[in-house]
């Protein structure tokens, strides 16, 4: 069974910080991605990596950057966090060219005071 | 124009009925469609996939998919109160890239 681990499930930090959010899969998938979920928003994907050190933006990754320097890692960073990054983030991981048999990890809800 | 839209719900029905999940799309070239189920409080977990127009059948899940009309819908026969969740429609264009609805909140009552 695919494990996709996100390092927090609830995350409160502070107006200015840089805040790090890990995610870490155990089935050697190739594609992972970063969405963040709000309230009649749906899914909106922050960033994608198809491959170590490759990076794609997706729809909303201002005020965000990503780290893929190993295969089974994918960092999400917030620069200086603002109130309006206050979420939840899902961390996904998919094989090959398989972007929509996609496996969630467990979510990380963030607040920024 | 949103490029993957549902209907928010909620969608309430009896225990026992057929629940109908619609979702629409905007890109022509999107190839592959998929339902995600969300449970309260979980992340989502994949159940059904299609990608040629028609009908795909698992279980008590039918996926209809209409690229003429740019329609994708999901049929739950004999709902039961388990299946109460939010379900989110999801399209991939070109295999490389991927869109979700906002989902739809469906309700089983028993």
């Known amino acids: 069974d695919v494990k996709v681990t996100q390092s927090s499930r609830y995350l409160v930090k502070r107006t200015g910080e840089k805040v790090f959010l890990e995610c870490v899969q155990d089935m050697d998938h190739e594609n992972m991605f970063w969405y963040r979920q709000d309230p009649g928003l749906g899914l909106r994907l922050i960033y994608f990596s198809y491959d170590v050190k490759m990076k794609e933006k997706g729809d909303i990754p201002e005020g965000y950057s990503v780290s893929r320097e190993k295969k089974e890692r994918f960092s999400l960073i917030l620069e200086s966090a603002s109130t309006n990054q206050t979420s939840m983030y899902l961390c996904?991981?998919?094989?090959?060219?398989?972007?929509?048999?996609?496996?969630f990890g467990d979510g990380t809800r963030l607040s920024i005071l | 124009q949103k490029e993957v839209e549902q209907n928010s719900g909620p969608l309430s029905v009896p225990e026992g009925a057929i629940a109908s999940l619609n979702c629409t799309y905007s890109d022509r070239v999107s190839q592959s469609f998929f339902w995600y189920r969300q449970y309260s409080g979980k992340s989502p977990e994949l159940i059904m996939s299609i990608y040629s127009n028609g009908d795909k059948e698992d279980g008590r899940f039918t996926a209809q998919l209409n690229k003429a009309s740019q329609y994708v819908s999901l049929l739950i026969r004999d709902s039961q109160p388990s299946d109460s969740a939010t379900y989110l429609c999801a399209v991939s264009i070109n295999n490389n890239d991927m869109r979700f609805g906002a989902g739809t909140r469906l309700t089983v009552k028993p």
């Open positions: 996904a991981s998919s094989p090959g060219q398989d972007l929509g048999s996609q496996h």
